[in-house]
Structure formats: C-alpha cells, structure tokens
C-alpha cells in the first residue's frame, strides 16, 4: 500500500487529471515506462489502472524498490500522513485486493517471504539477497525507508486485511475458487534442431489451440552466455499472437526459455505452460583459440566451417560463461579422430571424444554436468596427430537428457605392441551424459571362444586406465559392473617379428661361408611350419638370396658371398622384416 502524498484537496472530478500527471512525472522525470503503481484509487472511491494491464495480467511496476518482482502497489490519492483516509477510499481499496486475493488464492491475513533485490529509488531495510517475512498486504514503509502510506493509511492495514478475507470468503462461497476459464497450451515438442541447441536465429514454435481462446501471449526469459539467466518470478512479453504458433529470434550465444498462455474474449489469462529453452551457439568471435587452429571452409559442416587442430597442446577457451548444465560441441567426427578435456573454472568435468566409425560433418557432441557450473570453460586437446573438427560450441542452462550408462576403452597410442610389451588402455564411464566421478569398470579379453575378466579399472572423474601385456594378439572390451554398458570391441596386437643373424663370427675367407639362422613369431608364439626369404642389398635395391625353411619357429640357410654383403630376413608379405646384419668377406 502506498499514498501520492499529493494534495487532499482535489476534487473527485479531477482525479483522472492527477493520474494523467502522475504518469508524466513517472515517465518524464523519473523515466519509467509506465506509472510506477498498479493500481491508484481517489478519495471518492473511484479505482484507476496505473500500469499497462494491470487488470488481466500482472506487470511489474515501479513501486517498492527491490521487491517489485514480487508485488503489486496500489496507491491512494492523497497524503495520508495527515489525514484520514475516507470510508469510501477504503472500501475501495478492499475491494481491489479481494479481487485480486481471490484470483491468485492469496491469504489476506497471512505471511510471506519476499527476497531482497536492489533498488536504485527507496532504500530497502534488509540487504540485497535476504529472505524477509512481511504480511501479505503491507506498507510501502514495512520494507522500504519511507513513511509511505503515511500514518493514518498504514495505521488502517489491520482491518483492511480482515475486510479483504471476508470479502474473498464471501466469493469462494458463492463462486468457488478461481480458476482460468481456459486451459494451458500443449507444446508441440520442438525438433532436435531447435532445442536444447537451436541452430537457426529464427526458429517457429507452436502448440495445439486451445479451446475458448482468442489469442495467445508468449512468453520469454532470456540471457547472454555470461549473465544470470532472469528471476525465475518474471516474464517478459515477447509477443502475442492470434493462431497458436510464433516465430522466435534469439541472438548468439544467448539462452531464452519460452512459455505461452491463452486469452478469452474478455481478455483474461490461462495459465502459463513452458514451451522450451533453446540456446544458441557462440559467435566464433566469442571462443579464444590457440595458435594451432585452422579455419577450414567446408559446406556440409556447421555454419559452413570448422576449426582443426591436431597439436596435442591445441586449446579453445571461452571466458566467463554463466549457469552451465551441459557442454555441446558441434563438429566432425570420424575414425581415429582425437578427443578434448573439458574443465569449467579450473575444474575438469569431463571428456568429449570425436572419434566414430563412421564420419559425420555436423556431429552434436554433449557432455552432461551434474550440476551447474560457471566460470572459463576450456576444451584441451588430448591426442597429439589426431583431428579435432570444432565448428561451434554452446552451454545450455538444462540438464541433459537422461540417457543410459555407457562406457568407451581404447588403447592409448599404438595398439601394436612388441613381443613381451605392454600397452595403456583408457576407459570413460558416463550416466545420464555425465561423467561418473567415482567407481570400477572391468576389462576383459576374449579367450577360449568367450569374455573373460582381465583386470579391473578404477574410474576416478569418470576416466581410468589399466596396463595390459598380452602374450598374443588379444581383443578387448571395458563392460560397466551390471553389464548395462559395453563398449566397442578393441584390439591389441603383439607385433609379428622376424629376426636374422649370423652364427658365429661374421667374417668369412674369401670362398668361405656363413651360417644365417633365422625366427619367425607371430600373436607372440613361434611359427610352427613357414619360409621366409633371406635377402642380400645388391645393385642398390634388396634382392633376395635364398629361402630359409621355418620349424618351430626357426630356421638355417649357408650363404658364400664374393665380396662383404648385407643382408635381411624378410616373411612372405613383407609385414615384417629382420635389421640388416652383415657377412664380412676378408
């Protein structure tokens, strides 16, 4: 409750004029939009809408600073810091708050919590951010430094909270409880295009028309990827339309959450119904690259381009984002593509891999948070030599969808390793798009026609690795500890080797002769029956000198150069091939 702290000595005849004047003054010296209040009444009785709508909807006004989000004003017309207000003003008054208790199910005795925001006209009491208890219908003065609504107004609140139950009481009786006289729109589930990452600035939202209504508002919240999405008590306008669809622009990098409500012919509110929140991608010039990334043209990416970088040092960055819940990368995938860390703040939350059998121009890349983070969001580059394809990245402000648990593994570097050699494999787990911070996955092998367990993995931020040393080519997968997950079968290969030298000295007389003994090995075992080729360095190529017969794994073959020869061992394709050895002749 307020007062204008005006004159007491207009007439009721011209108080249209003084609301024609307090709306200049707003407008003009204070440079709202629109009267601060939302409603005003006169001496007489008479109740004026102040604020735009004010009747069907609920505006936000400019009437108690740091609360107006929460609250509605009606002010009388006058100073009532030395007068009186008349019967018929508060009977007035009454009758504007029993009808709006009524529509919005309030408890005109009651309490309620408001939060303290800041206000740049009447100083707030309590401190930005603080909870605090206030009656349902208070005085301007009760939270803000201010006499408003003077003395003898302010000393009426009492009974004006009794008559305005009563008078609520006496509508639930006769009416029943308020409710909407049309029912919420169904949205029409926006494409995957459109949300949580919408592609296009312009994009068509609709919902099925609802029955008794005449048009629709919609609605929308919205925020720059560096700033606080708006309070969740507000809306802003954005539209109305008359058919049940609306055409939706929203800029780079900036989050919007839509919702819609129906109006009758009388021009009264259906409830509200969230729609969607879409977000869009950064604008290139928002994502700080270092120096090993390469604008590439390519017509079937995303937005026609991408940046590529194979440095294992390679990094993006993009500061001060705000109310992350998922991270989205779009860009290529394909085989043997890398994959990048992602940390927010300081903090890593997670890995994104652009590896996939087969190779996709405009992949959507998620990674889920488990709650939301704010701060330097940096994508880091994890595998020296392998592409890494980023056209745009975006940080929608919703969790990510529920999806069910899975798990990658893969050989870190080469999957080939010598006989007797060892290699790294990494495992991921995520649930719900989100890495798992704290758990074991298991490894198997393939052994004896079915899966084994090899050996556990510690998952620790939702990666781990394990080292494993195969005596033979063996296949691998990481399995979750329910098998609800599996990963893709892997591979390590024990290298097959062969190897060539000579027994005994290496120096022969002229017309003399060497013994060359040779081994072939394959999966890590001996080659049980096979040949392989000696050969001899002649005329500046490889040329081959004689086959050697393979037993078990090994074989001889005597060689009588002319003159000092290198040579080599070489198997029937070629896959593997001895170091050259020399037979002296002197």
Not at 39 to 51: M, Y
Not at 380 to 387: P, V
Not at 456 to 480: E, F, H, K, L, M
Request: aromatic letters at 8%; proline letters at 5%.
């Amino acid at each position: 409750m307020h007062h204008t702290a005006g004159s007491n000595s207009y007439s009721t005849s011209s108080s249209a004029s003084i609301v024609r004047g307090i709306y200049a003054y707003h407008t003009g010296s204070r440079g709202w939009p629109d009267i601060g209040y939302q409603f005003l009444v006169d001496k007489g009785g008479k109740i004026f809408q102040g604020r735009r709508d004010a009747i069907y909807d609920l505006p936000v006004g400019a009437q108690a600073g740091g609360y107006n989000n929460q609250t509605i004003g009606i002010s009388a017309i006058g100073n009532y810091d030395t007068v009186s207000p008349p019967a018929v003003m508060v009977t007035s008054i009454e009758r504007v708050l029993a009808w709006k208790g009524y529509v919005h199910g309030l408890n005109a005795t009651g309490k309620t919590t408001l939060i303290t925001g800041g206000s740049t006209g009447s100083g707030t009491r309590a401190s930005s951010g603080t909870k605090v208890t206030v009656n349902v219908i208070q005085g301007h003065r009760d939270t803000n430094i201010t006499a408003c609504p003077g003395r003898y107004l302010y000393a009426k609140l009492s009974s004006i909270r009794t008559g305005t139950k009563s008078r609520i009481s006496a509508a639930v009786s006769k009416y029943g409880a308020a409710k909407p006289t049309t029912a919420a729109p169904t949205p029409v589930k926006a494409s995957s295009s459109q949300s949580p990452v919408a592609r296009w600035g312009s994009s068509t939202f609709s919902w099925k028309p609802v029955t008794g209504a005449v048009k629709y508002k919609v609605l929308t919240r919205q925020a720059g990827y560096s700033s606080s999405m708006p309070d969740s008590r507000t809306w802003t306008v954005y539209k109305t339309v008359s058919s049940p669809r609306a055409t939706i622009k929203t800029s780079t990098g900036d989050t919007r959450l839509i919702a819609v409500r129906a109006v009758d012919s009388r021009g009264r509110l259906g409830p509200i119904k969230v729609h969607s929140q879409i977000t869009r991608p950064l604008s290139s010039s928002d994502v700080v690259r270092s120096p090993s990334w390469n604008l590439r043209s390519d017509s079937d990416a995303f937005w026609d381009k991408y940046y590529e970088s194979t440095s294992g040092t390679g990094s993006m960055r993009v500061d001060d984002v705000s109310q992350v819940r998922q991270v989205q990368i779009i860009g290529q995938t394909g085989p043997g593509y890398g994959k990048v860390a992602v940390t927010i703040g300081g903090t890593r939350v997670g890995t994104i891999s652009f590896a996939s059998a087969t190779p996709r121009d405009a992949a959507y890349l998620t990674l889920g948070l488990s709650k939301s983070y704010s701060g330097t969001v940096r994508f880091s580059n994890l595998d020296s030599g392998k592409r890494v394809r980023i056209s745009a990245v975006a940080f929608p402000r919703i969790a990510a969808a529920a999806s069910p648990p899975a798990v990658t593994g893969e050989v870190v570097g080469s999957s080939t390793v010598a006989p007797g050699g060892s290699a790294v494999v990494a495992a991921t787990y995520t649930k719900d798009s989100a890495l798992v911070s704290w758990a074991t996955v298991t490894l198997q092998q393939y052994s004896g026609g079915r899966w084994v367990d090899a050996a556990p993995i510690p998952i620790r931020g939702g990666a781990g690795q394990v080292r494993v040393s195969p005596q033979v080519s063996t296949s691998y997968r990481v399995r979750n500890y329910n098998g609800s997950a599996v990963s893709p079968t892997f591979k390590v290969v024990v290298a097959t080797t062969v190897t060539g030298e000579v027994v005994g000295s290496s120096t022969v007389a002229p017309g003399g002769s060497a013994v060359v003994t040779a081994t072939y090995r394959k999966d890590g075992a001996a080659v049980p029956s096979a040949t392989v080729t000696l050969q001899r360095y002649s005329g500046g190529r490889w040329v081959d000198a004689v086959p050697i017969s393979i037993r078990s794994g090994a074989g001889r073959a005597t060689v009588s150069p002319q003159t000092t020869t290198s040579y080599r061992v070489r198997n029937y394709n070629g896959s593997a091939v001895s170091s050259t050895f020399k037979v002296v002749v002197d």
